[in-house]
């Protein structure tokens, strides 16, 4: 990306006219008890009392995006962090009633709160459903106590069976559990019984991830120093092969790589990033994707704060307006990307591999108005020799998607795409 000093592209680029009639919304709530050892998100601890200022500054950046784009239709929410659970549920009720205020917000839309179990109660999981969220995503990532130390975790096992049923016991019926392989010390039997306990409790979704030691993170310093062992790659995939086949077995559709789910309950918010649609993404350190245009916001909640209270209180109803908010909104946004039609095709390839579905000829024929292999021909001849993508027909349609062992090997194949 590159420097906002550099000209912003102007809002002819984002007008109500180039913006699909559905869109996303995503919520960063940077808050945290505490940091867990292998997290590399834009999160934070101990600053509790900028919550306050912090939701205003949402509620105001909600709003003055609203008078830009004005009124598509929202399908989906997700509050993300950090830990949404860890605010008050009146304050997610507030920015919810500010994105209806401002939007359209689909009467059937997906709305999701990322939660810590050990923040679940029944009072506060019935305050969130009242304020209107219907699905809640929990960070489980393992029902072993030991690991759950080793990541830096502040719940125990028994702690996700308590949220779980609390959860459950207050009529919430849209449940995705977090789970993380690949661990120092973990070995195959230890992984299968986490697996086997998730399906046990039968959630709607579940999310399995390997575990990546990100630069910066404790786990990785202790993992570099020789204070934990370096995870086994190997035995990572044989772990990513038996939670398919345990997951596929109980009934689940494994409609994307690290992604599980029953009929009818995929994630539609996180389909909306692997379909490469259009999303707002609100807070510090957010990303937003508009056509032609990716940014992303400042990382400090104390320049984002200020950076909002800089932007003046005005309805933007006239051209004048809008010059004199792309001036002042340049204070929130750290980095902007101009996508030209060849990095937008470079998006669609890489995420919507990701999909058990795979990539529809006749959609990006569409999308683009050029057939998939004219731009990509060589590249999709040379993974299919390697056996890593397949071609397959569906009625008229050809779709293209990963095979077996592409899906083991992903990342590389993306790679060829970018």
């Not at 929202?74 to 939007?103: C, E, H, M, W």
């Not at 062992?229 to 092969?241: E, F, Q, S, T, V």
């Not at 104390?302 to 001036?327: G, H, P």
């Not at 340049?330 to 890489?350: A, H, P, R, Y």
């Amino acid at each position: 990306m590159v420097s906002v000093i550099k000209k912003f592209p102007s809002f002819d680029l984002i007008n109500t006219e180039t913006i699909d009639k559905e869109f996303s919304i995503y919520l960063h709530i940077p808050f945290c008890k505490s940091k867990c050892y292998y997290c590399d998100f834009n999160t934070y601890s101990g600053i509790e009392s900028m919550i306050d200022e912090y939701v205003e500054s949402l509620q105001k950046e909600i709003y003055v995006w609203s008078k830009i784009v004005k009124n598509p239709k929202v399908k989906t929410v997700f509050f993300g962090g950090g830990t949404p659970s860890y605010i008050k549920a009146n304050d997610i009720s507030l920015l919810l009633k500010t994105i209806s205020q401002s939007f359209m917000l689909d009467e059937s839309a997906e709305i999701t709160a990322e939660i810590n179990p050990d923040d679940v109660t029944f009072n506060k999981i019935y305050e969130l459903m009242d304020s209107g969220i219907n699905r809640v995503s929990m960070g489980v990532q393992s029902l072993d106590d030991r690991f759950l130390k080793l990541l830096g975790r502040r719940h125990n096992s028994k702690d996700v069976i308590t949220a779980y049923e609390v959860i459950r016991n207050a009529g919430l019926n849209n449940i995705n559990l977090d789970l993380i392989y690949g661990l120092p010390y973990q070995k195959i039997n230890i992984w299968e019984n986490t697996v086997n306990k998730i399906i046990d409790l039968n959630p709607e979704h579940v999310s399995g991830y390997c575990l990546t030691l990100e630069p910066g993170t404790f786990l990785r310093h202790q993992v570099e120093i020789g204070v934990r062992k370096k995870p086994d790659d190997d035995l990572a995939a044989d772990m990513y092969r038996l939670l398919c086949e345990k997951l596929n077995s109980a009934g689940y559709l494994n409609y994307e790589i690290s992604n599980w789910a029953k009929k009818g309950k995929q994630s539609l918010h996180n389909l909306c990033y692997w379909k490469n649609n259009i999303y707002l993404g609100f807070g510090a350190g957010a990303h937003s994707h508009l056509p032609g245009l990716r940014y992303e916001n400042v990382s400090s909640p104390v320049k984002y704060i200020n950076s909002i209270k800089n932007i003046e209180d005005n309805n933007y109803s006239d051209a004048d307006d809008l010059t004199n908010f792309r001036d002042q909104i340049l204070g929130v946004i750290k980095d902007f990307e101009l996508n030209d039609k060849q990095m937008q095709m470079s998006d669609t390839m890489i995420l919507g591999l990701r999909l058990t579905e795979g990539i529809y000829y006749s959609e990006f024929r569409q999308r683009f108005g050029l057939n998939l292999d004219e731009i990509y021909g060589n590249e999709i001849s040379n993974l299919k020799e390697l056996d890593l993508l397949e071609v397959y027909k569906l009625n008229e349609d050809s779709i293209l998607r990963l095979t077996e062992k592409g899906r083991l090997l992903g990342n590389e194949v993306f790679l060829k795409f970018v």
